[in-house]
């Protein structure tokens, strides 16, 4: 089977919706399939590469909100021909993402092609302050309706996301497929004090760790303002690592923090060592979230979570089990990290439970069967 996968971003450029796309690019692919990758040039790549064993075809785009906070991309006007020409080629048609034009054309091409198409919905919706989020509102009915109805399938990566697609399209025939995780790569530390040595990170500080894109939904102020409250302990830390629109603000506000630590990117390869030197990870959004890749990979390597109760993560978190649902505030986020780092015991059970709620469940060959069973239904 000759599978089309449409996506307005895509790794080298960081993200969820990214990584979810390109976890099902190499697992379909290792299952035999053709795989063929339609997607923006928003890294000024190779517009077209091999990677693995499937193929990448990038089209030039450019994001005019990206200084706001959306990741809404325009692409170049020979991306319909593109679709078109690889539409012909493929058996099915697989976009993510519901609000983005890239998705619509897909939807349209597959429509004239007589092609089967699938949309992946990640997130839930995204509270931007006015008027970006009327504008969203509208994109939803304008541009989102449309693909979300023309989908075979609409796959949602959590219950939240399919409560939040069916407020958009009542109509959309929706299934609910978990994201999943690389349970070797994200594992817990077998020597905490040697992985802090590697990475610099002082040995006598309980670390607060969390990776976001640095923007407005993500709520890293929340974070922020946890420190300040949290200023006078000396023996506790707060890294972030990424990058957003937001991240000079984030550098300015936090200039004054000395428990306060701006990573910035952090690649892939050495992602899983953060988390490996982390006591405790923190998922601070605002709203949006779908079902958080980095809340799965924190579980992954033994790493309790507080999260906002801000979508999916409910799904995943339980209460005194592998981590906390808090509201999202700054108190909320204080209080638990303080009975985290007071309480070494309690701390040592949520760990342990971390990476059973995990395991045989939320990996990504589970995910691909799941996805081919479907695609094949």
């Given at each position: 089977m000759n599978i089309l996968i449409v996506t307005h971003s895509f790794p080298?450029?960081?993200?969820g919706i990214e990584r979810v796309a390109y976890e099902q690019a190499k697992g379909l692919a290792g299952q035999g399939h053709g795989v063929c990758v339609v997607t923006s040039n928003r890294d000024n790549v190779l517009p077209e590469e091999g990677m693995e064993s499937f193929h990448v075809t990038r089209v030039p785009c450019?994001?005019?909100?990206?200084?706001?906070?959306?990741?809404y991309i325009f692409f170049h006007p020979r991306l319909p021909y593109i679709l078109a020409e690889k539409t012909r080629w493929a058996d099915v048609v697989l976009a993510h993402g519901h609000p983005y034009l890239s998705s619509f054309l897909a939807a349209?091409?597959?429509r004239k092609a007589g092609k089967p198409f699938f949309l992946v919905q990640h997130n839930t919706f995204i509270e931007y302050p006015f008027p970006l989020n009327w504008l969203e509102r509208l994109n939803d009915w304008l541009v989102g309706r449309y693909s979300l109805s023309a989908a075979k399938k609409v796959v949602c990566v959590s219950k939240a996301t399919e409560t939040y697609v069916k407020t958009v399209c009542p109509a959309a025939r929706t299934v609910v497929l978990y994201n999943g995780v690389d349970l070797q790569k994200f594992a817990p530390a077998k020597d905490k004090?040697?992985?802090r040595k590697t990475l610099g990170?002082?040995?006598?500080?309980?670390?607060?760790?969390?990776?976001r894109t640095l923007s407005f939904k993500n709520g890293i102020d929340f974070l922020l303002g946890a420190a300040r409250q949290l200023k006078d302990r000396e023996d506790l830390l707060f890294l972030v690592a990424g990058n957003g629109p937001d991240k000079a603000k984030i550098l300015a506000a936090a200039s004054g923090l000395p428990n306060f630590r701006v990573l910035g990117f952090v690649s892939d390869e050495q992602l899983p060592a953060h988390y490996q030197a982390a006591d405790l990870f923190v998922l601070p959004s605002r709203s949006g979230e779908g079902f958080p890749l980095a809340v799965l990979e924190a579980l992954s390597s033994g790493l309790p979570v507080i999260a906002t109760d801000a979508g999916g993560q409910r799904e995943i978190i339980q209460n005194e089990v592998n981590g906390f649902l808090v509201k999202p505030?700054?108190?909320?986020?204080?209080?638990?990290a303080r009975l985290l780092q007071a309480d070494r015991p309690l701390l040592s059970r949520l760990s342990l439970n971390a990476r059973k709620c995990i395991e045989g469940k939320l990996d990504w060959l589970h995910h691909i069967q799941q996805m081919i069973e479907m695609v094949n239904g």
């Open positions: 080298p450029h960081p993200g450019f994001n005019p909100l990206w200084g706001f906070g959306p990741a349209r091409a597959a004090a040697t992985v990170i002082p040995l006598d500080k309980f670390v607060v760790f969390t990776v505030d700054v108190q909320a986020i204080v209080e638990k």
